[in-house]
């Protein structure tokens, strides 16, 4: 019988455990010179740096860093 609440040891439950940092081999294209290392970001700002390092295509990807700065208020 499965344990009170549903929540079993070898659940799919907690879908975070990195500690909120990103895993090492889902970056493919390292960040520019003049991105912060990103350790205090939130959600957003990490979804796109994630989405940034992920993305093949340099113009997009470039893109995608303009919007990470914009967001954390970085001047390019």
């Known amino acids: 019988m499965a344990e009170a609440g549903g929540y079993g040891g070898s659940g799919m439950g907690g879908a975070s455990s990195g500690g909120g940092q990103m895993p090492q081999d889902t970056a493919k294209y390292p960040p520019p010179a003049d991105i912060p ?4 970001d939130d959600v957003v700002a990490r979804q796109l740096r994630e989405a940034a390092m992920r993305e093949p295509d340099p113009a997009v990807r470039e893109k995608l860093w303009d919007e990470y700065r914009k967001y954390k208020g970085i001047d390019p």
Do not use: I, P, S, V
């Open 37 to 40: 290392t990103g350790n205090d």
